[in-house]
């Protein structure tokens, strides 16, 4: 009998760029996404192979090895790293096809170590990255948005698009800050010799102008989504779109409504129907950062800022010569010359906690409260001002009598029943 | 439901009344209402079980019969000094005196007298139509009767019972909590 990993099914052929093949042994790794599952490649450990979904059609295959073959054929430049970093990989890039009974099956791509890697959806928590061995500070963060907005701005250079740009598909390097962008056979790619689009997308990231259309200006989604990420990772994960309206009629539940809608709350000029989230620091960003936030999110679509211009502001940020980035009386650090986000985070969140717990003790003591203000209902011993006014001063027919034997609440539903059987043995005599 | 599940049930009701009743001695007031409703309510009960269909000269009196039973009550227990039936009935919500009870007793006993003789004739001389008329006109008055109550006794009361399920509650779940945590 053949073990599971050595089955033919297990045996593929690479093809590398300039048509060089060589056989290998691919082994399952229990990883699997909507499109395929993912293999080791035995004698090749830097490698992976993405392997299609055997319920894949023929045509789409046909579709997928076209585009895998050119761009395995057309790996892009991507933004320097020191030489003592070259393992890290910024792309998972296809770089040899894999045919299985000389059939297109799937493609090879450089490993991502994910030990060293976390979602940059952690980041937007910034206990959750804590708690992946990663202590978030402003100072990181520009640099993991520099780096990147720098890989996407490498790609637009090449014509390629991401288009389902979003903190699931990317991957940040904990220690060096590097980025790694993953699902790369999705890429929108329109260049004069190959054409393939990105059906793919994700509402909570899509551009106003592409909520229910198709992406036709796949770049300028990519700034979108970019914007957004970068928004979301500056303010401790608050969408650029959540909010709070003023009408909850017209307020659209889901963060796509509000994009198409444009009901961005940050700006510089505050918006009409819908506040900001109490605990945003985005008033502690600087007003070049705001600016490009307010033209992503509350311009049209045509003056939203490029990638190459997010690369030029965050490179200032990223840099510790440029002395743009400084730290608070606190150690935290923040933009030079504006308030420390972090303590007014803080600040914010003391204050919610203040008020938290001041109604919990409220709702707490509620009850108590409540039974006191039944019980002298129900045995008539109010003692408000009110009342006791009425009961000195006689000028109503209305006055407290004495207060009667105290009644238990059984006491007074003993008595309810009686009274509820009389009022239906009278309805039964008065129909 | 069965006339015989609904009585069941009633009687069910009846004992839990009967062992939550109050410490207290009962009034005079409330005793006879308490004789002369059982007495009414057995009635009812025996007409529903055993006499299908009801007499009509019957169907025309029973208003009347409530109503002039009520008025009987209230005028006749006062003077014996059995208080006022009509602080029972109303509910004794609003702290009124004595003589201002007195007379809303006399007032609720001279509307049922009215009442009942109403019923009389409006059974006699008017259409079947109009009568009915009168009779749901009539149960207007309970109704404004129960909405009081609704408001003064049974919301209070309701509050209470929700108070002592939610600390019911929250005793229990703090207790699983530790159970399941421990």
């Known amino acids: 009998m053949i073990p599971a990993e050595r089955k033919p099914d297990h045996i593929a052929q690479l093809v590398w760029p300039g048509q060089r093949s060589e056989l290998v042994t691919l082994a399952a790794t229990g990883k699997s996404g909507g499109a395929g599952e993912i293999f080791s490649i035995e004698g090749r450990p830097e490698f992976v192979a993405k392997i299609y979904h055997a319920t894949t059609s023929q045509a789409v295959l046909a579709k997928y090895r076209h585009k895998i073959q050119w761009m395995v054929e057309h790996k892009p430049a991507l933004p320097e790293i020191p030489a003592e970093y070259q393992d890290i990989v910024q792309l998972a890039w296809p770089e040899a096809l894999i045919l299985r009974r000389s059939r297109f099956v799937g493609f090879a791509m450089r490993k991502i170590t994910f030990d060293r890697t976390l979602e940059l959806d952690y980041l937007l928590n910034r206990r959750q990255a804590a708690q992946e061995g990663f202590d978030a500070d402003y100072g990181k963060l520009l640099t993991v948005c520099f780096n990147l907005a720098s890989v996407i701005n490498c790609l637009h250079e090449r014509r390629i698009a991401i288009v389902d740009l979003k903190p699931m598909n990317v991957k940040v390097h904990k220690a060096e800050l590097y980025v790694s962008i993953l699902d790369c056979d999705g890429f929108h790619i329109d260049t004069e010799e190959f054409r393939h689009d990105a059906p793919q997308v994700t509402p909570e990231y899509l551009a106003p102008e592409f909520q229910d259309k198709a992406v036709t200006h796949p770049e300028a989604q990519d700034s979108f989504a970019l914007a957004t990420i970068i928004f979301r990772l500056l303010n401790y994960g608050i969408h650029p779109f959540t909010g709070v309206a003023s009408d909850h009629n017209t307020y659209p539940l889901e963060l796509a409504g509000r994009i198409k809608q444009g009901l961005y709350p940050y700006g510089k000029v505050a918006h009409e129907s819908v506040r900001k989230v109490p605990a945003s620091v985005h008033e502690a960003f600087p007003d070049d950062l705001r600016q490009l936030f307010d033209r992503a999110f509350a311009a049209p679509g045509y003056s939203r800022p490029s990638v190459r211009e997010w690369v030029d502001v965050l490179s200032i940020y990223a840099s510790k010569r440029s002395g743009q980035i400084s730290p608070c009386e606190k150690g935290h650090l923040r933009f030079s010359d504006r308030p420390c986000p972090t303590c007014l985070r803080e600040a914010l969140i003391k204050g919610a906690e203040v008020r938290r717990r001041s109604f919990v003790a409220r709702m707490q003591a509620a009850p108590a409260r409540t039974l006191k203000y039944v019980r002298r209902t129900l045995r008539q011993t109010h003692s408000s001002p009110f009342q006791a006014a009425l009961a000195q001063a006689q000028l109503f027919t209305f006055r407290q009598l004495a207060p009667p034997a105290p009644i238990t609440t059984r006491n007074a539903i003993a008595l309810e029943i009686l009274w509820i059987s009389g009022l239906l043995i009278g309805l039964w005599w008065a129909r | ?182």
Request: overall charge positive; proline content about 5%; aromatic content about 18%.
């Open chain 2, 1 to 182: 439901m069965s006339p015989l599940t609904a009585s069941i049930l009633w009687a069910l009701l009846l004992l839990i009344a009967w062992r939550w009743r109050p410490p207290q001695a009962a009034t005079l007031s409330a005793w006879v209402l308490i004789i002369a409703f059982g007495a009414l309510g057995a009635c009812a009960l025996w007409f529903d079980y055993f006499v299908h269909p009801e007499p009509q000269a019957f169907t025309f009196w029973k208003p009347t019969v409530v109503y002039w039973t009520l008025t009987a009550i209230m005028s006749i227990v006062p003077p014996l000094g059995g208080g006022y039936p009509a602080k029972i009935i109303l509910g004794n919500y609003f702290a009124l005196s004595n003589r201002e009870w007195r007379w809303i007793n006399r007032g609720f006993a001279l509307l049922c007298a009215v009442l009942g003789g109403v019923n009389l004739v409006a059974a006699s001389e008017a259409s079947y139509k109009d009568w009915e008329g009168f009779k749901f006109s009539c149960m207007v008055l309970l109704l404004t009767i129960v909405l009081f109550r609704l408001n003064f006794v049974w919301l209070p009361i309701l509050a209470e019972v929700s108070i002592h399920l939610y600390r019911r509650a929250t005793a229990a779940y703090r207790y699983l909590s530790r159970l399941f945590s421990s």
